[in-house]
């Protein structure tokens, strides 16, 4: 860090507070906190004590995800949630400390920038970073349990990932369970708030999981919501939530208006704190909260990798018994690539990006899902506390952040025990929550998932596509406004990989390498001014069933 500690948008002296914020606010809304240790003292800038989301007592994941610190006036502490699911970021260097949920924030006080080359070789090969990696070297984010204690200019972080013995459940024992452990979680938040509920809805099995509990619990959410963007197309997964709601007699919201898609990217960058490259598709359901105050939010998060829905899990599980954790991690890289890559490329974005460290992030890889070997399911650990943790809890407490409160019923100490114990017999054929959900809630197993729907053919000329080419060519001059000729060339041109991802991935490698404290403050004013003008609460509803 250099110079002396600056005030952010939140800024103050020792006796600044933060009480609540929302779970992941916008980064010029972020608390920052920034400490620097000297013979006169600690010279302190911004909120002396922040509160993050919501922390339940006793602790339980189920009821919040949270994260924050206290500096006393001598000592800084900070932590977050058991599961670590809140990402909470700190740098520490020499005798100096600052701490955020906003990596832009960190940034803007002109904490060290360097990035972290082979860090970022595995996010272009994942989409995510691992264990406490960022895209920044000197910038890390507390890990599971986390807690960071700073006194005299000096920092320790501590933490715990534990790893259950495998337990000795029958099939039917499994199944009950999954139908048992999530119920407790359930009604320990529906006791907890007695406010309005809106349900994300999927066509998969979580969220119509959650949906079906509050039912046979006597409480219907005040609206169920799914996004889409395919207007009065209806795709399969709203066919599916659709189906589900006319049945249960719960009111449905379609977020369907058409999105700007490289506005919606660049947000969800911001807002994943340049850690993830998912999410987009979710911004309607982020801005319908953003303009419905006081409502809460249940997310489905992790019930799909503690149920093993992973086509691959069943080879994953033979390589790791015989120790092949560099198998895994090729076959990962291999896959998300090919997911991501236009036909007749290999090797994803990082044969763009990183070409030359492929090795060093195949063994970064390999070396992560080998710290879970003691696991009853190596791969399944691994995916939980790194992709499940650093990518997809976004959506709990970045996405589904304006809520006033977000549940997440299988992140309940006792379900994620659960899950991860289970052996692998029990998960191999993928059926186990399928199964769970059919006898808990008889009387709507006959309506398909996703799966089971078909998507209607999209007409090839759609005044959106013109729409949306005008708004992509606007925000990536936006994006970089130094070179805005050139950065519309590169929004036009076709690439290697996908449209979406090729985007990206080149505008996280343009502001990483161009990252600096002016930079960040850029960024930051960027994304104030994209969520001003995005449309919010009822402007994003495209049509209501059950008014």
């Known amino acids: 860090?250099?110079?002396?500690?600056?005030?952010?948008?939140?800024?103050?002296?020792?006796?600044?507070?933060?009480?609540r914020v929302a779970l992941m606010p916008g980064a010029a809304l972020a608390p920052v906190l920034h400490l620097r240790h000297g013979p006169a003292g600690v010279?302190?800038?911004?909120?002396?004590?922040?509160?993050?989301?919501?922390?339940?007592?006793?602790?339980?994941?189920?009821?919040?995800?949270?994260?924050?610190?206290?500096?006393?006036?001598?000592?800084?502490t900070a932590e977050v949630d058991a599961l670590?699911?809140?990402?909470?970021?700190?740098?520490?260097?020499?005798?100096?400390?600052?701490?955020?949920?906003?990596?832009?924030?960190?940034?803007?006080?002109?904490?060290?920038?360097?990035?972290?080359?082979?860090?970022?070789?595995?996010?272009?090969?994942?989409?995510?970073?691992?264990?406490?990696?960022?895209?920044?070297?000197?910038?890390?984010?507390?890990?599971?349990?986390?807690?960071?204690v700073w006194r005299d200019g000096v920092a320790s972080v501590s933490g715990n990932v534990p790893i259950p013995r495998e337990a000795g459940?029958?099939?039917?024992?499994?199944?009950?369970?999954?139908?048992?452990?999530?119920?407790?979680?359930?009604?320990?938040?529906?006791?907890?708030?007695?406010?309005?509920?809106?349900?994300?809805?999927?066509?998969?099995?979580?969220?119509?999981?959650?949906?079906?509990?509050?039912?046979?619990?006597?409480?219907?959410?005040?609206?169920?919501?799914?996004?889409?963007?395919g207007g009065r197309i209806l795709?399969?997964?709203?066919?599916?939530?659709?189906?589900?709601?006319?049945?249960?007699?719960?009111?449905?919201?379609?977020?369907?208006?058409?999105?700007?898609?490289?506005?919606?990217?660049?947000?969800?960058?911001?807002?994943?704190?340049?850690?993830?490259?998912?999410?987009?598709?979710?911004?309607?359901?982020?801005?319908?909260?953003?303009g419905t105050p006081g409502v809460a939010?249940?997310?489905?998060i992790g019930g799909d990798i503690l149920t093993n829905p992973d086509d691959s899990a069943a080879d994953f599980f033979d390589r790791a018994r015989r120790g092949d954790y560099d198998g895994i991690a090729r076959r990962l890289v291999a896959g998300h690539g090919s997911v991501i890559s236009r036909?007749?490329?290999?090797?994803?974005?990082?044969?763009?990006?990183?070409?030359?460290?492929?090795?060093?992030?195949?063994?970064?890889?390999?070396?992560?899902?080998?710290?879970?070997?003691?696991?009853?399911?190596?791969?399944?650990?691994?995916?939980?506390?790194?992709?499940?943790?650093?990518?997809?809890?976004?959506?709990?407490?970045?996405?589904?952040?304006p809520a006033a409160r977000v549940g997440c019923p299988f992140l309940s100490p006792e379900f994620v025990e659960l899950g991860l114990s289970l052996p692998f017999a029990v998960t191999r054929d993928q059926r186990l929550?399928?199964?769970?959900?059919?006898?808990?809630?008889?009387?709507?197993?006959?309506?398909?998932?996703?799966?089971?729907?078909?998507?209607?053919?999209?007409p090839r000329l759609r005044w959106a596509r013109m729409a949306n080419l005008l708004d992509g060519l606007r925000v990536a001059a936006m994006a970089q406004p130094d070179r805005p000729i050139g950065a519309m060339r590169q929004f036009l041109s076709r690439k290697p990989l996908h449209r979406k991802p090729a985007d990206v991935y080149r505008l996280h490698d343009h502001f990483v390498r161009k990252m600096d404290e002016d930079e960040a403050r850029r960024l930051i004013a960027l994304e104030d001014r994209l969520r001003g003008k995005a449309p919010k609460g009822e402007r994003v509803v495209s049509d209501v069933l059950g008014d």
């Open 169 to 229: 459940l029958s099939r039917s024992q499994a199944v009950e369970a999954f139908i048992e452990v999530p119920r407790a979680a359930i009604r320990r938040f529906l006791a907890d708030w007695d406010g309005p509920i809106v349900l994300p809805l999927s066509g998969g099995r979580d969220s119509r999981h959650i949906l079906l509990e509050m039912l046979h619990q006597g409480r219907k959410p005040d609206m169920a919501a799914t996004f889409h963007q």
């Open 343 to 401: 036909p007749g490329h290999s090797g994803g974005a990082g044969a763009i990006h990183s070409p030359g460290l492929e090795e060093a992030a195949i063994a970064r890889i390999a070396e992560a899902i080998r710290a879970f070997d003691a696991a009853p399911d190596p791969y399944q650990a691994f995916w939980f506390w790194n992709r499940t943790r650093r990518e997809i809890a976004f959506v709990s407490t970045a996405i589904l952040g």
């Open 235 to 290: 795709d399969r997964e709203v066919q599916a939530a659709r189906a589900l709601t006319e049945r249960a007699g719960v009111r449905h919201g379609l977020l369907g208006h058409p999105r700007g898609r490289l506005r919606d990217a660049l947000r969800a960058m911001f807002l994943t704190q340049f850690c993830a490259d998912e999410h987009a598709q979710m911004m309607p359901m982020h801005d319908y909260l953003a």
């Open 433 to 458: 929550h399928d199964d769970a959900i059919a006898r808990a809630y008889p009387a709507f197993a006959d309506i398909p998932y996703a799966e089971g729907f078909r998507n209607p053919p999209l």
């Open 43 to 76: 010279a302190l800038s911004g909120a002396a004590t922040a509160r993050l989301g919501h922390r339940p007592t006793p602790p339980d994941t189920a009821l919040g995800l949270h994260g924050g610190w206290d500096w006393d006036g001598r000592t800084l």
């Open 297 to 300: 939010a249940l997310d489905g």
């Open 84 to 148: 670590g699911y809140f990402s909470l970021f700190y740098c520490s260097k020499g005798s100096e400390i600052a701490v955020s949920p906003s990596i832009l924030q960190l940034l803007a006080l002109g904490v060290d920038a360097e990035p972290d080359p082979v860090a970022l070789a595995v996010f272009h090969r994942l989409g995510h970073f691992l264990a406490e990696d960022t895209p920044f070297r000197h910038i890390k984010v507390l890990p599971p349990a986390g807690r960071l």
């Open 1 to 19: 860090m250099t110079g002396s500690p600056r005030s952010s948008r939140i800024a103050g002296n020792a006796e600044a507070q933060v009480r």
